[in-house]
């Protein structure tokens, strides 16, 4: 199956940057996967998308991170980035990342804590 592992998180202040990083291992690269993105999840609301692969090859963003964060990735460290910029205390959240292979199923890592002071 796929294991998919974030790291980066931390407490930042406002203003400031953070890379978070999200390796996947298992049976398969992420090359071959049908969708990745970053998601995330806040006290007392509902997950959210932040970041995602669009079916014209392109990225979607949130709103409300748009020209702030940036989704990339490295095929042959098997690992998808998301880069945060302009860090706002709203963005404080459990970050999470998804894989998507369509013939066997989607994925979650256990997720990574940004935490943006004001």
């Known amino acids: 199956q796929v294991q998919l592992v974030e790291s980066g998180g931390g407490l930042v202040q406002a203003g400031g940057s953070l890379r978070l990083s999200c390796v996947a291992s298992?049976?398969?690269?992420?090359?071959?996967?049908?969708?990745m993105g970053w998601y995330r999840q806040a006290p007392g609301k509902q997950r959210e998308l932040v970041a995602a692969?669009?079916?014209?090859?392109?990225?979607n963003y949130a709103e409300s991170v748009k020209d702030r964060f940036t989704m990339s990735r490295d095929n042959a460290k098997n690992t998808v980035y998301l880069q945060m910029n302009s860090l706002k205390p709203e963005d404080t959240a459990v970050y999470y990342c998804?894989?998507?292979?369509?013939?066997?199923?989607?994925?979650w890592g256990q997720g990574t804590q940004v935490t943006v002071s004001s």
């Open positions: 998804k894989a998507l292979i369509t013939s066997v199923g989607s994925y």
């Open positions: 298992g049976m398969f690269f992420i090359k071959s996967f049908n969708f």
């Open positions: 692969d669009s079916s014209d090859g392109s990225t």
